[in-house]
């Protein structure tokens, strides 16, 4: 096949994932971080009054997710490698929107620790599975791009899901439930459904994909097993060496930082915006509190969508990763001094932007080195340890909160995270100084 084929071929599939794969997936993540962080809406708005929590026991509540998340990550991947990620990631998504739904009728604290650790242990393997999904279909010079893709629909979350909740909310009375009970059930619903349907819209291969022509399945299959095997001609990596692989375990110290900040802001931005009243003076309803907690994640959407283009452009960096996080750990207890609800939510969405905009790109870097089966447990081992600083954020920042009745001291802790996740990041590099991976035009490449 000429050069100029081979290029349209190359452009005709990588399209068609990005239309075809990409947006369900994303769709799925969403849904999974609405249902994850239901709870942060559902605090101020009513459960912590009717449940008697203290911010203690709400970050409790929100942080004890992550145990059972964080126990069977690693099997959960590794059984999506085996058995097919169409059927696993639907598995998944069923099982926690019926876990989710019951929430709906938590009526203790003791029962909303329980469903918040089956919340997590439904969950597990979720986001590393479709990580690795996304990076099984397509070769590693597209890798930025098509996670960036599915990296949007994170932020995007709080964009919409934020409104959609305080919609939710404002059905108070409905089916004689509590305005956050009416919440829960409006976005478990959807968990249950799309999860029906993953198992007649995913595909497994290239291979079985209809919707690719002769041509395209070809190329992306040859492309993969060549990058398949390369990787392997230069190291044999198992899943236990993966256990033992330096840079593996420094990965999962970097996005430690930068998934506490992701969660210290999921979990308590919406009480830190309802504090705005008692801090400044001014009052917000339910809808606006919702539109208010969007602002920053918009932001952060459109900073993250042209700084993972850049890094494509380019070839990824050390820089596209290390610079927001010194970005984010300096400007996260800034916040806490602005005078006005504006310049808060303006600083906040530095924060959320420095987060979002490094992640897509830190997650190209483990397949880069690793294939198989051994690319699944370092994903998930990576998404793991990271997430223990899920339950880390709740818990530490509410504690934090109670001893100090103030949110300074603990956004000074995310910020520091943060700023070690940099310097981390600066560190590894100098391990392995060449560029993290090379700019996707094919031309480039050919060079």
């Known amino acids: ?16 994932i990005s239309w075809r794969l990409v947006p369900f997936v994303a769709l799925m993540f969403f849904i999974n971080f609405l249902d994850r962080t239901a709870i942060s809406f559902a605090g101020p708005n009513g459960m912590t009054q009717d449940l008697g929590l203290t911010a203690l026991q709400f970050g409790l509540a929100s942080g004890v997710f992550f145990i059972g998340y964080i126990l ?166 198992s899943v236990r060496s993966v256990m033992g692989n330096g840079r593996v375990w420094m990965l999962c110290l970097i996005y430690f930082g930068f998934i506490y900040g992701l969660y210290a802001l999921a979990f308590f931005l919406p009480t830190i915006i309802a504090g705005f009243q008692q801090q400044f003076g001014t009052t917000f309803n339910v809808m606006q509190k919702g539109l208010i907690t969007g602002v920053p994640y918009l932001i952060a959407a459109v900073v993250m969508f042209f700084w993972s283009k850049d890094a494509t452009r380019r070839g990824c960096k050390t820089w596209h990763i290390a610079i927001p996080a010194m970005a984010g750990g300096i400007s996260v207890p800034l916040a806490l001094y602005m005078d006005s609800p504006l310049t808060t939510i303006l600083v906040i969405a530095i924060t959320a932007s420095s987060i979002f905009a490094a992640l897509p790109n830190f997650w190209t870097l483990p397949t880069q080195f690793l294939t198989g089966a051994s690319a699944a447990a370092a994903i998930a081992l990576i998404n793991t340890l990271g997430n223990v600083a899920g339950f880390s954020a709740g818990y530490i920042t509410g504690a934090l909160h109670d001893a100090t009745q103030s949110y300074a001291l603990p956004m000074f802790v995310v910020g520091g995270f943060m700023l070690l996740s940099a310097v981390l990041m600066l560190l590894l590099n100098r391990r392995r100084p060449q560029p993290l991976h090379q700019p996707t035009s094919l031309a480039q490449e050919q060079q």
């Open 72 to 237: 069977l990550e690693v099997p959960s991947n590794l059984a999506l490698h085996r058995f097919g990620a169409r059927r696993w990631l639907a598995r998944i998504m069923i099982s926690w929107g019926i876990v989710s739904l019951l929430f709906t009728w938590v009526s203790s604290v003791e029962g909303l620790y329980t469903l918040r650790l089956l919340l997590g242990i439904a969950e597990a393997g979720f986001f590393p599975g479709a990580i690795l999904y996304l990076s099984m279909w397509v070769p590693a010079r597209h890798r930025s791009k098509i996670l960036s893709l599915f990296y949007l629909a994170q932020p995007l979350t709080v964009v919409f899901g934020a409104p959609m909740a305080a919609g939710l909310i404002e059905q108070h009375g409905l089916f004689g439930l509590e305005g956050w009970r009416v919440m829960f059930m409006g976005v478990s619903i959807p968990a249950i459904l799309i999860g029906i349907a993953a198992l007649f819209w995913l595909v497994d291969s290239p291979r079985q994909a209809k919707w690719l022509n002769a041509e395209e399945k070809d190329w992306l299959t040859r492309e993969l097993d060549a990058e398949h095997q390369q990787k392997q001609h230069k190291a044999h990596h």
């Open 1 to 16: 096949m000429s050069q100029p084929n081979l290029a349209a071929v190359e452009q005709s599939a990588i399209r068609k």
